[in-house]
């Protein structure tokens, strides 16, 4: 069964600054996909990012970027230049290639950025 | 272009009782996956629906149970109502290209479900 692990339940970062989100999985597929999702209080689930497990190049989306390392399950999502609009719940989530649109979801991170 | 849409937003209940919740897919969906969200907690996967039918589900009781209509909308049903069933219902859909589910989900802002 795969896992996913955010360790760190709560961040703060100050605007402007850069703050990387932690988030480790367990999985014995070799072909998978990763996600961020952000949840702002308005609790609608926001696409961030998104990697294939297939590629090596890390994926970026403007402010946003990861850090995959597929040997050590690891996948961390480092955002620059901080927002007050970044405040939000995020959550790193697991799926499977193939036939599947099941979502594994780690605990979450709370992110707060303070002006 | 609407997104995925919700209904109710808020929902009391008390133990016992039943309760249906209601999902709209984004335009252009066909599969819809429903999930729990207990407070402070990720999302749990309840189950998926395609082509009307059930194609896979989480580790849930059949007291969960859930209905896709010909227009891709769903239904999740949930009967005897415990206190423990108090969470966030997501819904998110996704379209089917070729043999394999599209990899990206949209999720709608959910029902807050409170059972007392």
């Known amino acids: 069964a795969q896992t996913v692990t955010q360790s760190q339940p709560e961040m703060s970062v100050q605007e402007a600054e850069t703050v990387t989100l932690s988030c480790t999985y367990d999985t014995s597929e070799s072909n998978y996909y990763l996600f961020w999702y952000k949840q702002p209080p308005s609790r609608q689930m926001i696409l961030v990012i998104r990697?294939?497990?297939?590629?090596?190049q890390n994926a970026t989306e403007n402010r946003f970027s990861v850090n995959f390392q597929k040997a050590a399950k690891s996948f961390s999502l480092k955002i620059s230049d901080s927002q007050l609009g970044d405040t939000a719940m995020y959550f790193c989530a697991f799926m499977k290639n193939g036939n599947t649109g099941k979502l594994i979801f780690g605990q979450g991170t709370t992110l707060q950025v303070k002006p | 272009d609407a997104g995925v849409t919700q209904s109710p937003t808020h929902l009391i209940k008390t133990r016992g009782q039943q309760v249906t919740l209601r999902c709209s897919p984004k335009s252009g969906h066909d599969t819809v996956s429903w999930y729990q969200q207990a407070l402070g907690q990720g999302p749990q996967f309840i189950f998926q629906y395609y082509e009307e039918e059930e194609r896979q589900r989480g580790n849930f009781p059949d007291r969960f149970s859930g209905h896709q209509f010909p227009n891709y909308s769903s239904e999740l049903n949930v009967n005897a109502l415990l206190l423990g069933d108090s969470a966030l219902y997501l819904c998110a859909s996704s379209a089917y290209s070729g043999d394999r589910v599209q990899n990206i989900q949209y999720f709608g802002a959910g029902t807050r479900l409170s059972v007392l």
């Open positions: 990697q294939e497990a297939y590629k090596q």
